[in-house]
Nanobody, 115 residues
Framework: QVQVVESGGGLVQPGGSLRLSCAAS????????MGWYRQAPGKQREMVAT???????TYAGSVKGRFTLSRDNAKNTVYLQMNSLNVEDTAVYYC?????????WGQGTQVTVSS
């Protein structure tokens, strides 16, 4: 069974917006921090944003002010609202859950910014 599932990726024009969703099992989502990472072809995976159970967020400098990470504990879901997208944001975006016992990764969702 899949325990962390991303959705919401797609093709968007420069300057546009997109919202990614990450649904996790109750045990995973309640056990620690969650976040989003991204990886472009030929590049290493990088942290985009993380959020604690209580809602404290941390953002990469390249997305701060444009992206907003939030979580709905009742729905066991984390959201990444991406605004003012540019071509440099093109990548596969992965949801991550960091629990005391292990780290979980989603399958990834493709975000392509192009005109």
């Amino acid at each position: 069974q899949v325990q962390v599932v991303e959705s919401g990726g797609g093709l968007v024009q420069p300057g546009g917006s997109l919202r990614l969703s990450c649904a996790a099992s109750r045990s995973i989502s309640s056990s620690g921090a969650m976040g989003w990472y991204r990886q472009a072809p030929g590049k290493q995976r990088e942290m985009v944003a993380t959020i604690t159970r209580s809602g404290k967020t941390t953002y990469a400098g390249s997305v701060k002010g444009r992206f907003t990470l939030s979580r709905d504990n009742a729905k066991n879901t984390v959201y990444l609202q991406m605004n003012s997208l540019n071509v440099e944001d093109t990548a596969v975006y992965y949801c991550n859950a960091n629990t005391p016992s292990r780290i979980y990764w989603g399958q990834g969702t493709q975000v392509t910014v192009s005109s």
